[in-house]
């Protein structure tokens, strides 16, 4: 079943560490997103890419980076992580042109210390 | 500034009623609609959407309805289930946007058996 990964699922970590989280997708989607979402807040868009070759900031990039290793993979780095980063982060996938439905990873629940 | 708003963080339904969700929005320049559906531990996942040439869709229990001069969109779920207890995100998009959704905070719904 065609589908969208996200790795690790749950991460504690410290403030002031690098941090990596990765997405894979299997629909061979063109385009990819980054969110996080925090209560009372809903889904905010950090990243997102349309290919390999184009990145693009969201709303919320301060603090973060992205690398599209290939159409399948979309990797978000926090270079420092801050305790305000703790949140639920999920990867989403759709096709190219129009407006197209964005099928969303299980999300990762990241804590910083 | 939240361009996309859903004032009820929550609401609670007895099974077999009708469930009316709202979202309200600031920015004319939204021109399609989406709501998503998400369980805990899960991504979100697509419902329904309107574009704004249309005031409504319907696709089985789920209608939305849009009210362009009023800026405002609802979801109707009739009737409710128990499965439908979930958390449900409005998003709208703006057509030069690209594929860019903005999401409201969520409404969390409650159905009672």
């Known amino acids: 079943d065609a589908d969208v990964t996200q790795t690790p699922r749950n991460r504690i970590t410290k403030t002031g560490k690098r941090i990596m989280l990765e997405c894979s997708q299997t629909?061979?989607?063109?385009?990819m997103y980054w969110y996080r979402q925090d209560p009372g807040l809903g889904l905010r868009l950090i990243y997102y890419?349309?290919?390999?070759?184009?990145?693009n900031k969201g709303e919320i990039s301060d603090g973060y980076s992205v690398s599209r290793q290939a159409q399948a993979k979309f990797s978000l780095s926090l270079e420092s992580a801050i305790p305000n980063q703790t949140a639920l982060y999920f990867c989403?996938?759709?096709?190219?042109?129009?407006?197209?439905?964005?099928?969303f990873g299980p999300g990762t629940r990241l804590t910083v210390l | 500034d939240q361009q996309v708003k859903q004032n009820s963080p929550s609401l609670s339904v007895q099974e077999g009623r009708i469930s009316i969700l709202n979202c309200d929005y600031t920015?004319?320049?939204?021109?399609?609609f989406l709501w998503y559906k998400k369980y805990p531990a899960e991504g979100p996942t697509f419902l329904i959407s309107?574009?704004?040439?249309?005031d409504k869709n319907e696709d089985g229990r789920f209608t939305v309805f849009l009210n362009k001069s009023a800026k405002h969109l609802s979801l109707h779920i009739v009737p409710s289930q128990p499965g439908d207890s979930a958390v449900y995100f409005c998003?709208?998009?703006?057509?030069?946007?690209?594929?860019?959704?903005?999401f409201g905070q969520g409404t969390i719904l409650t159905v009672h058996p």
């Open positions: 890419s349309f290919d390999v070759k184009d990145i």
């Open positions: 920015n004319s320049m939204f021109d399609y």
């Open positions: 309107i574009s704004s040439i249309k």
């Open positions: 998003a709208a998009s703006a057509g030069t946007s690209y594929g860019k959704l903005t």
């Open positions: 629909k061979g989607h063109d385009r």
């Open positions: 989403a996938t759709s096709l190219a042109g129009g407006r197209n439905e964005q099928f």
